[in-house]
């Protein structure tokens, strides 16, 4: 605890120094310097104290939280292993722009087949091929919000192994409001650029 008692050689022209400032008979308690590592705050009688205060940690995450985070990595990995595994190019060597989700066995867009239109994720499996294989301008065009998701499942994938393991967020306070924050701007990007498609195209 810092001393309570004023410091007899401090400067006499600081506000330290100074005496408490007396209204109506009743002196008025000075506000005290801010001192590093130390907080000041009203005890019960009214009074200026210190209180120290000292950093806080993030909590430990609990086991299955970070035996969640790792499952996570592992599905990421596993998504971009198949992305690399896809051949996102046409016979004469040309990128595709979309049904590169056609070589898993899955049928075509519903609503390519109704509307002749794409559908908010149409793309995006192909963006995540040609992104896998090195083909960036290519994967721009086929869908660039897949891109950008494929982008930050990489980058994701080494952060969660590592938070997992570690026990604690890397570099996260609030997990909730991260990922929250990942979902809602992916699917504000998804939702704009459909809207911008089926307007002007």
Known sequence: MPPSEPNTDANPTTPEALPAPVVQGIPVARPLPVERDYEHVYDDADEFDFVEVRPRRPRKLA????????????????????????????????????????QLGLPRCNMVELTGKPCPACGMTTSFALLAHGDVLQSLRANWVGTLLCGSLILLTPWLVVSGFRGRLLWVRNGELFATILMAGLLLLMTGRWAWIMLFT
Do not use: C, I, Q
């Open 63 to 102: 086991r299955y939280v970070r035996v969640l985070l790792v499952l996570m990595a592992a599905g990421f990995a596993a998504v971009l292993g198949v992305a690399l595994w896809l051949n996102p190019y046409n016979a004469d060597g040309s990128a595709k722009t979309m049904e590169t989700h056609r």
